[in-house]
T-cell receptor
Framework: DQQVKQNSPSLSVQEGRISILNCDYT??????FLWYKKYPAEGPTFLIS?????DKNEDGRFTVFLNKSAKHLSLHIVPSQPGDSAVYFC??????????????FGKGMKLTVNP | DTGVSQDPRHKITKRGQNVTFRCDPI?????LYWYRQTLGQGPEFLTY????????KSRLLSDRFSAERPKGSFSTLEIQRTEQGDSAMYLC?????????????FGEGSRLTVL
């Protein structure tokens, strides 16, 4: 079952505008949510994260919002730049008594920022 | 370059052959992870090590798969009797010791094509 869902496979925005990437999850035990960015022929790189005890985390042009009641998070990029064009993965982790360190990823969403 | 290094970057093999991938983590990172990414999907967790100890394995890691990290530095992932369904990108990641938040440093991946 898909515990982390990114329902939109792609998004195209104009340079300078806001990009909003959405992610839904089903497991209420997740305690950290992360966004990773991936360029072609490269591995994913960490972008920003948020703890489940917070509802917002901001880092420069990137802000992640968490709505626990809706089991939904979103990544806002403003202003969007052509260099932001990449595949973005939403991911979540849940600590267990056994000390699991496993990330569960969504399928990814391709963002294209047009000049 | 001080990032996570993976070798080979691309491997083409015939069904039934054995393949081995190598991962060199960032120096002094004691945690090492293997993920698999198939077309159109996000990375899926396979296994992870703390130093030389393999602490968790996914059910995706069938008997044909074996991962080792003999000296707590580099790691190998071997697939025996490859099948076409093994075709994927195999990603290695590492992180330093410390509280688990989900932030990992990924390598560029090793792409396996099984003919």
């Amino acid at each position: 079952d898909q515990q982390v869902k990114q329902n939109s496979p792609s998004l195209s925005v104009q340079e300078g505008r806001i990009s909003i990437l959405n992610c839904d999850y089903t497991n209420s035990m997740f305690d950290y949510f992360l966004w990773y960015k991936k360029y072609p022929a490269e591995g994913p790189t960490f972008l920003i994260s948020i703890s489940s005890i917070k509802d917002k985390n901001e880092d420069g042009r990137f802000t992640v919002f968490l709505n626990k009641s809706a089991k939904h998070l979103s990544l806002h990029i403003v202003p969007s730049q052509p260099g932001d064009s990449a595949v973005y993965f939403c991911a979540a982790s849940a600590r267990t008594q056994g000390g699991s360190e496993k990330l569960v990823f969504g399928k990814g969403m391709k963002l294209t920022v047009n000049p | 370059d001080t990032g996570v290094s993976q070798d080979p970057r691309h491997k083409i093999t015939k069904r039934g052959q054995n393949v081995t991938f190598r991962c060199d983590p960032i120096s002094e990172h004691n945690r090492l992870y293997w993920y698999r990414q198939t077309l159109g999907q996000g990375p899926e967790f396979l296994t992870y090590f703390q130093n030389e100890a393999q602490l968790e394995k996914s059910r995706l890691l069938s008997d044909r798969f074996s991962a080792e990290r003999p000296k707590g530095s580099f790691s190998t992932l071997e697939i025996q009797r490859t099948e076409q369904g093994d075709s994927a990108m195999y990603l290695c990641a590492s992180r330093p010791t410390g509280f688990w938040t989900g932030e990992l440093f990924f390598g560029e991946g090793s792409r396996l094509t099984v003919l």
